[in-house]
């Protein structure tokens, strides 16, 4: 299992991003897929889960502001964030699961991608 991360970076607050998770070493096609981040001090947070179908889930922190997505024919999902908030500086990663259950069990991490948000 690889995951690759990326499109992190630096933007002032209202501002958006798009972030992709390259996927490869296992079934992408049939496997739920979900966005997490880790900010400075604090444990990991689950952001959004989406099933192959494209059923998508998401946590009160970011519903109506994130939005998951998936490509399976290029096995990579995606989270395209807006109106980005201070407190959404993180380190991002995408993982093989639907909630934080699974996530709890999943330990092919890759290097996450950085989202700072700031003015």
């Known amino acids: 299992v690889q995951l690759v991360e990326s499109g992190g970076g630096l933007v002032q607050p209202g501002g958006s991003l798009t972030l992709s998770c390259a996927a490869s070493?296992?079934?992408?096609?049939?496997?739920?897929m979900s966005w997490a981040r880790r900010a400075p001090g604090k444990g990991l947070e689950w952001l959004s889960g989406i099933y192959h179908s494209g059923w998508a889930y998401y946590a009160d922190s970011v519903r109506g502001r994130f939005t998951i997505s998936r490509d399976n024919a290029k096995d990579t999902v995606y989270l395209q964030m807006n109106n980005l908030k201070p407190e959404d500086t993180a380190v991002y990663y995408c993982?093989?699961?639907?909630?934080?259950?699974?996530?709890?069990?999943?330990?092919?991490w890759g290097q996450g991608t950085q989202v700072t948000v700031s003015s």
């Open positions: 993982a093989i699961g639907i909630n934080m259950i699974e996530l709890n069990a999943f330990t092919s």
């Open positions: 070493g296992f079934n992408f096609n049939i496997s739920a």
